[in-house]
Structure formats: structure tokens, C-alpha cells
């Protein structure tokens, strides 16, 4: 089964940056719409971009989505980060080919971000 594996996370100070990787194994990354979505403690999960072949959407300014199809990888860039940014990341795809594995849904382990000096 295809399967993600995040890196990139850690602790940094407010106004710095990470970016978080999303390797895409076993399978193709191409046929998935890609997201990232977070969520903090107490809170619900947060929708934060996604990136599909149409295109890319940052629901976070300070966040780019991209991708590297002969990479195989997914990334987010998260530059000017804050204290609110901290949240455990995930790396969601979604298969958006026709056929019998359209809609299946597939999530990577998390990735703590914890900004704080």
C-alpha cells in the first residue's frame, strides 16, 4: 500500500522557518491531490494547503505547498513561523484517479512543530 513519511519537523524560534517533507512510497505521487493539514492540541484538525495537478492553494500565507513529482515528495515551506503554528502536521492523499481506488485516503504519521524561543 502506498504509504508517507513526514521529516522535517522540530522546534524553532518565532520568525524562523521550516519545511516539511512528505515522501510518497510505493505508489506514484501524481495520482494523488495532496494536503497538509495540523492540528493542535484541543483543536480540530486544520486544513493548511493542498496541491493537485489543477494547481495549488495556501490557506496559510506564510505556508507554500509544492511538489516534486520525480521526487516523489511533497513538501510545505513555513517561513515567518509563530507560537500558533505549533501543531502536530499531517501529509493526507487522496487518489483522484477514476477507477477502483479513487477516494482512497491515506495518512502520514504527524510531524511535531513546536515554535517557541
Known amino acids: 500500500q502506498v504509504q508517507l513519511v513526514e521529516s522535517g519537523g522540530g522546534l524553532v524560534q518565532p520568525g524562523g522557518s521550516l519545511r516539511l517533507s512528505c515522501a510518497v512510497s510505493?505508489?506514484?505521487?501524481?495520482?494523488?491531490?495532496m494536503r497538509w493539514y495540523r492540528q493542535a492540541p484541543g483543536k480540530q484538525r486544520e486544513l493548511v494547503a493542498r496541491i493537485t495537478g489543477g494547481g495549488s492553494t495556501n490557506y496559510v500565507d506564510r505556508f507554500t505547498i509544492s511538489r516534486d513529482n520525480a521526487k516523489n515528495t511533497m513538501y510545505l515551506q513555513m517561513n515567518s513561523l509563530k507560537s500558533e503554528d505549533t501543531a502536530v502536521y499531517y501529509c493526507?492523499?487522496?487518489?483522484?484517479?477514476?477507477?477502483?481506488?479513487?477516494?482512497?485516503?491515506?495518512w502520514g504519521q504527524g510531524t511535531l512543530v513546536t515554535v517557541s524561543s
Open positions: 510505493k505508489s506514484i505521487i501524481s495520482l494523488y491531490d
Open positions: 493526507n492523499a487522496r487518489r483522484s484517479d477514476y477507477g477502483p481506488n479513487r477516494g482512497l485516503e491515506v
